[in-house]
């Protein structure tokens, strides 16, 4: 038996709500976001409205989860009905948050976008690969033609890596701008060791688990290998779960450790506060960390934590999980930190402060672009 979708018309409101001379006491924002249970997206989801905030005061945002996850049930996407009801509601359509270039995750289509009415704008997206020397991961060669037409549709267009800028750019579009994270700007805090003799062990994200058992065992070791270094140097490990998803798992793994989790944003923000170290795969962990001022050693499994290295001047500094000297490196490395050496972590300060006032420019642009382009008051 077939069942066939309707294919829902996508058309324009002459009463859009953008198209309305009316006093606007808020603006309406739909924000397309992967607003899962993993904790990172809400990092960036948290930075985004933040500062759009700043610069927009009464911006209201309507969440439109578009990744798959739990609770939420199947994506919301940028097509079909949702593009009329943007039409119809929104003053603004903002899409940010990880990896939605990852396998393209909006599915935006090309005949449907060139009719949405509000402004669009991308923030902060990025695009990843299933390990750290895979192409990047897109499975429909249909889509590297949508992402750059859905980029030519938006009014302004941020990347969080020159990774994923030089991607667009192959596709043709290279107005993109490279801002880092939204995530890392959170909070603007100098490297500084505190006094604590805790140290972060960030849990590695258990879809690895079921896509790739071999890399997962290894990341797993690698997890014992953190532990056992951070005991040797007196101080006390705790394993930090990023999704519900990864607690049993500690659990089951790490059953003498102590764990941290919280369904909480501002729990996990009190947390890494407090540690003295924050090392592992979890890559916004890392990037949460470096806003923090909280050293931070950073484990590369795919493109992201590459992107990532690479923009920011921290190659050298960042350690591929394939690395086959990965257990002298990371010694080296915490006994750098430890013995109170952040030059590394400083240089990294300076840069990240460049890209600071690139992304506050940014979102100040998107701004002022949102409030300009809306018909004056009623």
């Given at each position: 038996?077939?069942?066939?979708?309707?294919?829902?018309?996508?058309?324009?409101?002459?009463?859009?709500?953008?198209?309305?001379?009316?006093?606007?006491?808020?603006?309406?924002?739909?924000?397309?976001?992967?607003?899962?249970?993993?904790?990172?997206?809400?990092?960036?989801?948290?930075?985004?409205?933040?500062?759009?905030?700043?610069?927009?005061?009464?911006?209201?945002?309507?969440?439109?989860?578009?990744?798959?996850?739990?609770?939420?049930?199947?994506?919301?996407?940028?097509?079909?009905?949702?593009?009329?009801?943007?039409?119809?509601?929104?003053?603004?359509?903002?899409?940010?948050?990880?990896?939605?270039?990852?396998?393209?995750?909006?599915?935006?289509?090309?005949?449907?976008?060139?009719?949405?009415?509000?402004?669009?704008?991308?923030?902060?997206?990025?695009?990843?690969?299933?390990?750290?020397?895979?192409?990047?991961?897109?499975?429909?060669?249909?889509?590297?033609?949508?992402?750059?037409?859905?980029?030519?549709?938006?009014?302004?267009?941020?990347?969080?890596?020159?990774?994923?800028?030089?991607?667009?750019?192959?596709?043709?579009?290279?107005?993109?701008?490279?801002?880092?994270?939204?995530?890392?700007?959170?909070?603007?805090?100098?490297?500084?060791?505190?006094?604590?003799?805790?140290?972060?062990?960030?849990?590695?994200?258990?879809?690895?688990?079921?896509?790739?058992?071999?890399?997962?065992?290894?990341?797993?070791?690698?997890?014992?290998?953190?532990?056992?270094?951070v005991r040797a140097r007196g101080l006390n490990p705790i394993i930090s779960?990023?999704?519900?998803?990864?607690?049993?798992?500690?659990?089951?793994?790490?059953?003498?450790?102590?764990?941290?989790?919280?369904?909480?944003?501002?729990?996990?923000?009190?947390?890494?506060?407090?540690?003295?170290?924050?090392?592992?795969?979890?890559?916004?962990?890392?990037?949460?960390?470096?806003?923090?001022?909280?050293?931070?050693?950073?484990?590369?499994?795919?493109?992201?934590?590459?992107?990532?290295?690479?923009?920011?001047?921290?190659?050298?500094?960042?350690?591929?999980?394939?690395?086959?000297?990965?257990?002298?490196?990371?010694?080296?490395?915490?006994?750098?930190?430890?013995?109170?050496?952040?030059?590394?972590?400083q240089a990294f300060y300076e840069t990240k402060n460049g890209y600071r006032?690139?992304?506050?420019?940014?979102?100040?642009?998107?701004?002022?672009?949102?409030?300009?382009?809306?018909?004056?008051?009623?």
């Amino acid at each position: 038996m077939r069942i066939f979708k309707k294919k829902i018309k996508v058309r324009g409101f002459d009463e859009a709500r953008s198209l309305q001379k009316i006093d606007r006491k808020s603006y309406i924002i739909h924000h397309y976001c992967p607003h899962t249970f993993n904790a990172g997206d809400h990092f960036v989801i948290r930075s985004i409205r933040q500062h759009l905030t700043r610069f927009l005061p009464g911006a209201t945002f309507i969440p439109k989860p578009c990744a798959f996850n739990r609770g939420w049930g199947k994506p919301v996407r940028l097509t079909g009905e949702n593009v009329n009801f943007s039409n119809r509601y929104a003053d603004a359509v903002i899409v940010g948050g990880s990896d939605q270039y990852n396998n393209w995750s909006l599915r935006i289509l090309p005949d449907e976008i060139s009719k949405l009415q509000p402004p669009l704008y991308f923030i902060g997206l990025g695009v990843s690969s299933k390990n750290i020397d895979a192409p990047p991961h897109i499975e429909k060669k249909e889509y590297y033609e949508h992402i750059r037409l859905a980029n030519e549709a938006t009014r302004l267009s941020s990347v969080r890596d020159n990774y994923t800028r030089d991607f667009l750019i192959k596709l043709g579009y290279e107005k993109a701008v490279v801002t880092g994270c939204p995530a890392m700007y959170l909070f603007d805090a100098p490297f500084a060791l505190n006094e604590s003799d805790d140290v972060a062990i960030t849990f590695p994200f258990p879809v690895v688990r079921r896509n790739n058992r071999a890399e997962f065992d290894r990341l797993l070791e690698t997890v014992r290998l953190i532990v056992r270094l951070v005991r040797a140097r007196g101080l006390n490990p705790i394993i930090s779960c990023h999704d519900d998803r990864d607690v049993p798992l500690a659990q089951n793994y790490f059953p003498e450790e102590r764990i941290f989790f919280s369904n909480y944003v501002d729990d996990f923000f009190s947390f890494y506060q407090q540690v003295k170290l924050v090392i592992g795969s979890r890559l916004h962990a890392s990037i949460l960390a470096a806003g923090m001022g909280k050293p931070f050693i950073n484990i590369n499994l795919d493109a992201r934590g590459k992107g990532f290295s690479d923009t920011f001047g921290l190659s050298d500094w960042n350690l591929d999980i394939n690395d086959p000297r990965l257990e002298r490196h990371l010694q080296d490395r915490m006994e750098r930190l430890l013995g109170g050496d952040l030059s590394p972590l400083q240089a990294f300060y300076e840069t990240k402060n460049g890209y600071r006032r690139i992304f506050l420019k940014f979102m100040q642009d998107v701004s002022q672009d949102i409030a300009g382009r809306l018909p004056g008051k009623g």
